[in-house]
């Protein structure tokens, strides 16, 4: 599976952005499908995820961010909303098939989208 994000950018603290994840197959809707996102000399960290039609937040982004799939589409998205300067990062939208003891770790995903830059300032 290839993945392609785009959707990041500049933006204001407090205000919104939103992130999309196309896959170039259509086997897409079979995969656990999350974002993850990489600060400046820090690891890869979870955002979010969605498996088997559940979903699953990070708690420093729950209530502001909303991920959701199309599988008719193949894409992930990524809506963000009251972006914080902590939220500044690279995302990256990731596919795999991680139990759910492991969703949070992005050893457990396979494939990767190229990343896109999100900067909250002012």
Known sequence: VQLQASGGGLVQPGGSLRLSCRA???TFSSYTVGWFR???GKEREFVSAVKNGRTYYDDSVLG???ISRDNAKNTLNLQM???KPEDTAVYYCGAGRPILSTLRDPLAYGYWGQGTLVTVSS
């Open 24 to 26: 170039s197959e259509g």
């Open 38 to 40: 990489q600060a400046p």
């Open 64 to 66: 502001r961010f909303t």
């Open 81 to 83: 909303n009251s972006l």
